[in-house]
């Protein structure tokens, strides 16, 4: 691969995106699971819930710092990498934005404090609101973060003016309730909630097969249990809505997703595995499971799903419709008011294809002189490369099943065999703690390396995006990011693991006091009185 | 949607660029004691109890004090584009260098006290020296570059393009005016910090800061006024040399605009504006002076007045330019001619309306649950909770 400007800011941009959401779904299922076992400890008064509330709460306060920390970068990096994107869209995608910082951020990040700080200074209740807020506000910020995301694969609401040079807002109503951003809210929150899940599961395991803490895991595995299975659930199914959504705008992800390289006729078949080969488009060894994929992606039996070769002879003719829009954009802007009405009719009438031009700019400089070999080219670079979409969205989606496997399982342990759990089901809780990341990195990698060749969808190409920096500028800040991303990394890692190798720590006297006072009810018939938590080793 | 045309889109550009002010204010008002307690803190506090207890001041509310710069670049991205777009792509490695240190900081607050070794807290001490001193440095030096203008022009698509070599993107920021304008910041929110300091901290810690508190009061003082003179006689402005449309659609290129003359030529214009460099030199001097005394809480508010009067001052200064270029005038970024949209202005203002209010409220109560000094006491009986 050529290590140009534009793949050096692409690189650079899917290494923090990626690397900002190892943090991020942790943040968004952990801090409502301890928002929920301190609504317990403030309803029953014991001092376990708030033990396991603390203990969840530091994992969650060194996760969430980095979260933070790296969503900076992400803030910042449109306008420093992406500056023409910033300039040509910023009118609509900076607005959710800017209001994720205004109504969730702000909340999340002031009350966070408050959480850690708090707990000797505010109420049983207040502090409970300012966990729950805490809460709320992650969510919040995840779904203006997901408006953003989904109008780059579904630019709604918003019209191109020639003047500004620029995509401009023209419903602020269709651009919050866009399906495709409320669809991935609903999915990439629900993930968060199984990475969650998962990782206290597996941590809790991890104390039960060291006979510690016994107490605390035991519960904390049937808080996790009950909601990861919601949340798996709630994953598989949202997620099946995305691909729904897909199929109505993003007929290019979908069909590389599935590899389906000509139009079958309806109901299309799923390909449940195969060897994706671009050059002979064509799927090698496939297992195809008949009637599905139609099923999946229209809801019918009759409606077709357009292949990747129909859809490239569409892009063509896009472009060469692009070309009279931008032709007629060109004298426009220089005739200014005196341009004739057919000029503004001819763009007008062609104004929607303007983006399919700007395919062509990485030809030819002025897309009106592209000779029919470079539209063709520029046709083919509508496909992304299909064997990674192909292999990714299936090793997401088998996870995503484990998930709901190992949920009902401990769901199931957990509330019919009284809390017992075979040491190998243990085992693999312990195992599986890495496996929701994988899964959300490459739902990510399949949403944003599937929307190729555009930064959005059929309006800008992400060729035309990138800012005009120098080799030297990116490899600079590519290797800062490295060095230093590598760095937190493994300091975070190493506290987590500090932290939870210390396990809880116990506030001896608070639960010294509440055992005397509930000592009557706690006595066994045969005098003693069993330990509220196990005593740390 | 005609709903949005209650508001002209002249004045909603105004609101708006009043907005962008108040941003940057609230950002250097809050995020700006924490930059300057953490430059402060290799001198104010020697052991690592008191470095704990001046860390501990911010613990609880610099996530909260962060956001303001995070709504600011998210605010400037949705309310002028092009200058989000020309000004962090224009500024790239200084840029760079910001968010490194900034992301240095948090994690050099929440995780330097988790672990006993000397040799990780001393580690972390340096991040969060550099978290604090390089951005409140940066920040001025911007400043100064945006005064003197910045190489930038515009293709007739409005791509913008950069000149010069890489490297100025970084060393030719830093020439001597600039670095002027950095020193000023930087110690206004050393001075800033140590207000914070004087106020949350007891014992050694607040004596230091009382002690330095002043010498960087009277620096930056020294240093606004000296930038004063340096504009007034070796800096050319910028202005519109012929007809100006305030409410067409945002095209930089639209409008003529030449160098020549003072920036502050508007004190002539506007005598009015004169009151913000009044402000900032009354709050920074009023700071100075009463950190000897024995309010707990004067510094900070002198200082507060002191960082809005000096901010103020520039923006004043340059109305209604934003970002003007010194290679091409005509791509200079303006009030009139790189907001966004009517329409987004007016949404973008109503949800401002909403949220902003209640952001101030629930700062404040934050602000009034933490109130109260944190004593080295506090940090021994809560070891294992705190920072």
């Known amino acids: 691969m050529e290590l140009d400007v534009l793949e050096l800011s692409r690189l650079q941009f899917a290494m923090t995106a990626m690397y900002h959401f190892l943090f991020v779904p942790l943040t968004l299922g952990l801090s409502i699971i301890v928002a929920i076992m301190e609504t317990v400890y403030v309803m029953t008064n014991r001092p376990i819930w708030r033990q396991m509330t603390k203990f969840w709460g530091t994992l969650f306060g060194i996760n969430f710092v980095l979260g933070v920390a790296t969503g900076i970068t992400m803030e910042f990096q449109f306008g420093m990498n992406w500056a023409y994107y910033s300039h040509y869209v910023g009118d609509i995608f900076g607005a959710p934005l800017a209001i994720e910082g205004l109504m969730a951020f702000f909340m999340e990040a002031t009350f966070v404090g408050l959480f850690f700080f708090g707990w000797d200074k505010l109420s049983k209740r207040a502090h409970l609101v300012v966990a729950w807020l805490v809460a709320i506000g992650s969510n919040f910020s995840a779904l203006w973060i997901l408006i953003a995301n989904g109008w780059m694969q579904n630019p709604v609401g918003a019209e191109f003016n020639p003047v500004s040079m620029r995509m401009e807002m023209t419903s602020f109503f269709e651009v919050v309730f866009n399906e495709v951003a409320q669809a991935k809210f609903v999915h990439t929150v629900s993930a968060g909630y199984v990475t969650a899940s998962v990782f206290v599961l597996g941590v809790s395991s991890w104390y039960l097969l060291k006979g510690r803490h016994i107490d605390l895991a035991r519960r904390s595995i049937a808080v996790a249990a009950s909601f990861g299975l919601a949340s798996a659930l709630s994953v598989v199914v949202l997620g099946d809505e995305s691909g729904y959504e897909a199929t109505l705008n993003q007929k290019m992800k979908l069909a590389a997703i599935e590899g389906m390289w000509h139009t079958e006729p309806a109901p299309a078949s799923f390909t449940l595995v195969g060897f994706p080969d671009s050059e002979a488009r064509e799927t090698h060894y496939a297992i195809h499971i008949p009637w599905m994929m139609g099923l999946i992606g229209t809801r019918s039996l009759t409606e077709e799903i357009p292949g990747i070769t129909e859809l490239v002879e569409a892009a063509e003719g896009r472009i060469r419709s692009g070309i009279l829009a931008y032709d007629a954009l060109v004298q426009i802007r220089e005739l200014k008011e005196s341009a004739p009405a057919n000029l503004t009719a001819q763009f007008e009438a062609h104004s929607d294809d303007l983006g399919y031009a700007f395919l062509l700019k990485r030809y030819v400089d002025d897309p009106r002189e592209a000779t029919e070999e470079q539209i063709v080219m520029a046709a083919n670079d509508t496909v992304p490369t299909v064997w990674p979409l192909f292999w990714a969205f299936r090793i997401m989606v088998g996870l995503g099943f484990a998930f709901i496997g190992l949920m009902v399982y401990f769901f199931y342990r957990a509330n019919w065999k009284g809390m017992t759990f075979p040491r190998p089901a243990l085992h693999l809780a312990v195992w599986m703690i890495p496996a929701p990341w994988i899964a959300a990195e490459l739902g990510w990698f399949v949403a944003e390396y599937g929307r190729q060749p555009w930064t959005v969808d059929g309006v800008l190409p992400t060729a035309m995006s990138v800012s005009h920096l120098t080799i030297s500028d990116l490899l600079i800040t590519l290797a800062g990011f490295i060095t230093f991303y590598t760095i937190l990394f493994v300091v975070e890692i190493g506290l987590m693991l500090k932290y939870i190798r210390k396990g809880p720590y116990m506030d001896v006297a608070e639960t010294d006091a509440w055992m005397e006072k509930h000592e009557h009810r706690l006595r066994t018939h045969d005098g003693r009185v069993p330990g509220i938590s196990t005593p740390a080793e | ?387």
């Not at chain 2, 909603?12 to 907005?19: F, G």
């Not at chain 2, 978290?131 to 409140?136: E, L, R, T, W, Y």
């Not at chain 2, 659609?249 to 506007?270: C, K």
């Not at chain 2, 002191?306 to 103020?312: C, D, L």
Request: some cysteine.
């Open chain 2, 1 to 387: 949607m005609i709903l949005y045309e209650l508001i002209d889109f002249e004045i909603l550009r105004v609101i708006w660029w009043l907005l962008l002010g108040v941003l940057l204010i609230g950002f250097a008002l809050t995020d700006g004691f924490d930059m300057g307690v953490g430059a402060l803190l290799p001198f104010v506090a020697r052991t690592d109890l008191e470095r704990r207890q001046a860390i501990n001041t911010v613990g609880p509310v610099w996530e909260g004090n962060q956001v303001w710069f995070i709504l600011g670049g998210g605010a400037i991205f949705a309310a002028w584009p092009p200058l989000y777009a020309v000004s962090f792509s224009g500024f790239y490695l200084a840029m760079f260098t910001v968010l490194a240190a900034l992301i240095l900081r948090p994690v050099g607050f929440k995780y330097r006290s988790k672990r006993e070794s000397t040799a990780w807290r001393s580690a972390w001490d340096w991040a969060l020296f550099v978290g604090g001193a390089v951005p409140a440095l940066i920040f001025g030096v911007a400043v100064g570059n945006i005064l003197v203008g910045v190489p930038f022009h515009l293709t007739p698509e409005l791509i913008p393009m950069y000149d010069g070599p890489f490297y100025a993107k970084f060393f030719g920021l830093l020439n001597p005016f600039s670095l002027l304008a950095g020193l000023v910041s930087l110690a206004m929110l050393l001075q800033h910090g140590a207000a914070w300091l004087a106020l949350k901290t007891d014992g050694m810690v607040e004596t230091r800061a009382r002690r330095f508190g002043p010498f960087f009061g009277y620096l930056a003082a020294v240093g606004f006024a000296l930038a004063g003179v340096w504009l007034a006689v070796g800096i050319d402005g910028f202005a519109f040399a012929g007809e100006v449309v305030t409410d067409g659609p945002s095209n930089p290129l639209l409008s003529e605009v030449i160098r020549g003359g003072s920036w502050l030529d508007a004190y002539g214009d506007r005598p009015w504006i004169a009151i913000a460099p009044l402000m900032g030199f009354v709050g920074i001097l009023m700071a100075a002076r009463s950190f000897g005394g024995h309010g707990d809480l004067s510094p900070l508010l002198w200082s507060k007045l002191g960082i809005f009067g000096v901010i103020s001052t520039v923006g004043l200064t340059m109305f209604p330019f934003i970002l003007p270029s010194s290679v091409d005038p005509n791509a200079s970024l303006t009030v009139w001619d790189s907001s966004s949209s009517h329409m987004t202005l007016f949404v973008m203002l109503v949800c401002t309306v909403i949220f902003m209010p209640l952001i101030l409220a629930y700062t404040a109560w934050v602000y009034s649950v933490l109130w109260g000094k944190v004593t080295v006491e506090d940090i021994e009986d809560n070891s294992e909770t705190v920072y």
